[in-house]
């Protein structure tokens, strides 16, 4: 549908709990105040009526052909053109909604609305509560277009002028009906929804259709197209909050608030705490002093780490100690008893092999250091040569 004016941002904000007495947009012919036809507001004031009439260079029965069409923001909760004063909330609130049954009648407050009045509002979804059975709990529960277009509510305006001011009220109503298959366990009332770009809302915007007729009144019916409605977050029921994700479902996973993901999140975080665990385990049996070493045939044997190496390599771990070997470590024989004895004298017997990563026996740049302490206070022995034979080490 063309557009030809629309209000500026700051008229008409996105919100996602959208309450009566609100600016919404809606969508209309561009028609007097008074609407289209020849229906004057103040039949009082029938003259000063027509004088305007007549300076209004804009016809009064419009061909639809050379309408114009607007967005225009104006507060839900219509307020008739003969109120003189600003009505309270509670009145207000009584008029939100038409009930298309009550247009069919001649007479009645939206006479005069109906038949050169007529509007779309334009909005995502609306919302209604559930009411459960033998419970005062409540709900709440959006309603959207399946295809994630926006809704076109049929409805009804009207302007307004308080007693002592100049300013002009645009206010507006939605027109509802009988709730489809689809929504009858949420409510009997629905919206009246109108196809987009369809000739129902051409129709019905008609500003030359300026007399109420059966053609207007079918168009007020239940929707036939596929809706989507789901639970959502009881906090849209306060007046004063406003989030993205008060249409987002209850059971969604993007639902913070959904008690599925909060186990969900709980389990996640106690993987990761087992995760860190068994790196700790991990990084502390790499401290450990012995470790298994495979040598060039990849045979494994104990070694124990000794502070008076020139690198404190780890060495091969003398019969006496390895006799008791930890695991399955192969035990090697010492060289000769002299060996033997001058190794229990050594004060690394004092420790308890311990378990470091494998290394290759074959490259010497390939040991590593241990982490964990040797017991010696003193700074290791410096030799000139760091390959000599371990019973080098011991002798007088």
């Not at 059966?214 to 004063?240: H, I, N, R």
Request: proline share 6%; glycine share 6%; charged share 30%.
């Amino acid at each position: 549908m063309p557009v030809a004016d629309a209000p500026d941002d700051d008229e008409v904000r996105e919100t996602y709990n959208f309450a009566p007495g609100s600016h919404g947009l809606v969508y209309r012919a561009d028609v007097p105040d008074y609407g289209a036809g020849n229906n004057h507001h103040r039949q009082d004031a029938a003259d000063d009526d027509a004088a305007k009439e007549d300076d209004d260079p804009r016809p009064q029965v419009e061909d639809p052909k050379e309408t114009k069409y607007k967005l225009q923001a104006m507060k839900w909760g219509l307020v008739p053109f003969w109120t003189k004063r600003n009505p309270d909330y509670g009145s207000v609130m009584k008029t939100i909604n038409a009930r298309d049954d009550s247009l069919a009648a001649n007479g009645g407050m939206w006479n005069t609305m109906k038949k050169g009045k007529r509007c779309i509002v334009i909005a995502q979804g609306f919302y209604e509560w559930l009411k459960k059975h033998g419970s005062k709990e409540k709900i709440p529960h959006y309603t959207k277009r399946k295809d994630g277009q926006l809704m076109c509510f049929a409805g009804l305006w009207d302007c307004v002028q308080y007693e002592g001011s100049e300013e002009k009220n645009y206010t507006y109503t939605i027109i509802t009906t009988d709730s489809n298959k689809q929504l009858s366990f949420l409510h009997d009332r629905m919206p009246v929804i109108l196809e987009n770009g369809s000739d129902q809302i051409r129709n019905w915007l008609d500003p030359s259709q300026s007399e109420w007729s059966k053609e207007l009144q079918s168009l007020l019916k239940p929707y036939s197209g596929e809706l989507e409605c789901y639970p959502v977050s009881k906090d849209v029921g306060k007046v004063g909050n406003n989030s993205p994700t008060f249409i987002v479902p209850v059971a969604s996973t993007e639902n913070k608030h959904n008690i599925v993901n909060f186990f969900s999140n709980a389990k996640k975080a106690a993987k990761g705490d087992e995760t860190k665990r068994g790196m700790t385990a991990s990084e502390a049996a790499a401290t450990k002093g012995v470790s298994e070493v495979e040598n060039r045939d990849e045979e494994k044997r104990a070694t124990v780490e000794h502070s008076s190496t020139e690198d404190n390599a780890p060495l091969p771990v003398p019969a006496s100690i390895s006799a008791h070997p930890i695991g399955s470590k192969r035990t090697h024989e010492a060289e000769d008893d002299d060996d033997v004895a001058r190794a229990k004298m050594s004060k690394t017997e004092a420790h308890a092999p311990s378990a470091a990563p494998s290394e290759k026996l074959h490259s010497k740049k390939a040991f590593s250091r241990s982490a964990s302490s040797n017991g010696s206070k003193g700074s290791p022995t410096k030799l000139g040569d760091g390959s000599q034979r371990i019973t080098r080490f011991f002798n007088p």
